[in-house]
């Protein structure tokens, strides 16, 4: 992966993370940090689900790839909450 590979995949998460946190209802007790590294997982993750089932590359916006990008960061969001509210 170069260097703008790595950067727009940071990019991405950013945008994954805050969108993912946006889904899930109520208050979050996580902080910016973690969100941008869910996101960040999530967007790796998510791509590479989308290139298993073959719709990682399609014409146009990959709305599907993004779906699932956006599913990944709300269930890492609502396990990282989970797991502070315990504490």
Do not use: Y
Request: hydrophobic share 60%; glycine share 14%.
């Amino acid at each position: 992966m170069e260097i703008s590979g790595i950067i727009s995949a940071i990019v991405i998460g950013i945008i994954i993370g805050v969108l993912g946190r946006l889904v899930v209802p109520g208050r979050q007790r996580i902080g910016v940090l973690w969100t941008i590294l869910v996101g960040i997982v999530a967007a790796l993750l998510g791509s590479a689900i989308a290139a298993g089932l073959d719709v990682a590359d399609t014409d146009g916006v990959d709305w599907i790839e993004w779906l699932i990008q956006i599913g990944l960061a709300a269930v890492g969001v609502v396990a990282l909450d989970r797991t502070k509210a315990r504490r």
